[in-house]
């Protein structure tokens, strides 16, 4: 007789044992969300589809229908949650080298499937903290290790949220293709999750900006109507911040300055500097590239950039200043000052550390504006050349080309005559 949960429990048991995915236990006969239900206990299978389970995992009926192994050391697994608990309070606490070793030596003293839950959430906390220092080449192995855990390959939210976070790494370090390969690939998962599920949103919301920053607005526009329809639905601040900060970018791209300017207000408005300095930091940021490519004046452009400097002055990367120092130079230009201009730009970080390529190559657009406004050919050039290099190395290639055009029309007429924020997107995006 099979009574639930025990034989879902067992089913789910043995499968780990084996290491196989839900999709290979249900075959053509089921579906792995089938599957799934069976292990929870929500469904209980047919005579014939528990021969079936029971036939794929090597064993009779009856082993599946006998009770699952009691739990391993309860007290070991306390004490494992505990640990996890401490590792998460003293990381929010700010000491990143401290929870990062409490994570690493979590994540290597747990050895049971019977924790593979704790072992997905430690290796998840090890993952956000190696994010948070920069450390890319162990963050890039941290997320290939939660892609390939027993414990991701049993649910579609976990699938969605690695793909994600892998996604989101690859666009920030400036490999877009990658960073569409892997969400393009993994939303035929996403799809099957309700349309306001985060990890969906943080997935779909990811695409976009790849396409926003690769400037493919035909590809955006179709996803960032389907964004903003969902909006309303949208529990979280950030979240929804993040879809109007995206898509104000898009608009932007599309030739709609002024809604772009409405909807970045709008994500502004979700987002509080004492919640979070620096994203409200880079959303002014944001605000005050796009209202510079608009046709406004610059009084609401020099208060974003005013409010963003005082943040990032504190909390800021190089990458960072030196950034608000290009976006200042180009307000300088807007306003006919090319020696002021000069200046924002000498006054920015030399060494960008760690930034990527398209962030750089962003700053070099600014740089060379500056010096084309200044009658600065030669270092002008210099920089157009760096940024359309840079871009190239990204895949955005349209970007490069318009650089290249840009620089061309330098060497004829001495000067640029490009929009104030053609070519430098990804000044406009989380």
């Known amino acids: 007789m099979i009574v639930q949960p025990a034989f879902g429990q067992r089913v789910k048991q043995l499968r780990r044992q084996l290491g196989l995915p839900q999709a290979e236990v249900a075959g053509t006969e089921m579906s792995a969300s089938y599957i799934s239900l069976v292990e929870s206990g929500r469904r209980t299978p047919s005579d014939e589809m528990a021969r079936i389970i029971a036939r794929r995992l090597g064993v009779e009926v009856a082993e599946l229908a006998a ?64 994010a948070q220092q920069h450390d890319f080449a162990r963050y890039d192995g941290a997320l290939e290790q939660l892609r390939t855990h027993p414990f991701t390959a049993d649910s579609p939210e976990l699938l969605t949220r690695v793909a994600a976070a892998t996604a989101e790494h690859a666009r920030q370090r400036g490999r877009l293709e990658a960073c569409v390969a892997t ?12 349309v306001t599920a985060p990890e969906r949103l943080q997935l779909e919301t990811t ?12 590809q955006a526009e179709p996803l960032a109507a389907h964004l903003m329809e969902v ?38 408005a979700e987002v509080t500097p004492a919640a979070d300095l620096a994203r409200w930091a880079a959303l002014c940021r944001s605000a005050a590239a796009i209202r510079l490519g608009g046709d406004g004046g610059l009084d609401p452009v020099w208060e974003r950039l005013r409010r963003s400097r005082q943040a990032f002055e504190l909390i800021g990367a190089p990458v960072d200043l030196a950034e608000l120092a290009g976006l200042e130079a180009l307000a300088h230009l807007k306003d006919a000052n090319p020696d002021a201009a000069v200046q924002s ?86």
């Open 183 to 194: 969400a393009e690939t993994a939303l035929v998962v996403a799809e099957g999750l309700p």
């Open 231 to 268: 909006l309303p639905d949208v529990a979280t601040r950030f979240a929804r911040s993040n879809i109007l900060w995206t898509t104000a970018a898009v608009r932007f791209l599309g030739g709609v300055p002024g809604a772009a300017a409405e909807l970045i207000e709008q994500a502004l």
């Open 207 to 218: 695409l976009l900006a790849a396409f926003a920053m690769g400037e493919e607005v035909r």
């Open 345 to 430: 730009i000498d006054s920015a970080p030399a060494d960008l550390g760690d930034a990527s390529p398209v962030r750089r190559a962003g700053v070099c657009i600014a740089v060379g504006r500056a010096r084309a406004g200044a009658g600065q050919q030669g270092q002008a050039l210099a920089a157009y050349r760096q940024a359309a290099e840079l871009y190239e190395e990204s895949g955005m290639y349209k970007s490069a080309v318009r650089v290249w055009r840009e620089l061309n029309g330098v060497v004829e007429a001495g000067t640029s005559i490009e929009p104030a924020m053609a070519g430098w997107p990804a000044v406009m995006l989380p």
């Open 67 to 130: 009770p699952p192994d009691p739990p391993v050391r309860p007290g070991r697994r306390m004490n494992l949650a505990s640990r996890l608990v401490a590792a998460g309070s003293v990381r929010a606490g700010g000491d990143l080298d401290s929870a990062r070793s409490l994570a690493e030596a979590l994540v290597a003293d747990i050895d049971s499937p019977d924790d593979d839950d704790l072992s997905w959430e430690a290796r998840w906390l090890l993952a956000e903290i190696l």
